[in-house]
């Protein structure tokens, strides 16, 4: 964190991956989420984030939309709270 404007480093997306906010907690390890392409698609929860990152919704996250079927995708990353305002104050998201 840079300690003049509170700027933290963030992690981005790859060229395969796309932001996405969370809608709808479906049980289990799955959420349907709204990715900025337009499209809502059904996102899994890996199990090394399972027990270990809570996923709500309303998270800004990071989705990997499967190459066989476009209308699911893996979750890849959570961004907290602070880390979403800072991406929409930079004008990654909206």
């Known amino acids: 964190m840079s300690e003049e404007s509170g700027r933290r480093n963030l992690r981005m997306p790859n060229d395969d991956e796309l932001f996405a906010v969370v809608t709808e907690h479906n049980g289990g390890n799955h959420v349907r989420v709204r ?15 399972k027990y270990r990152t809570w996923i709500n919704e309303g998270d800004v ?6 190459d066989w079927q476009d209308e699911k995708a893996n979750i890849e990353w959570r961004y907290s709270g602070q880390d979403a305002d800072q991406l929409r104050r930079e004008g990654h998201i909206d």
């Open 61 to 66: 996250v990071i989705v990997e939309p499967w």
């Open 35 to 49: 990715c900025e392409d337009g499209q809502n698609r059904m996102g899994r929860i890996p199990g090394r984030m």
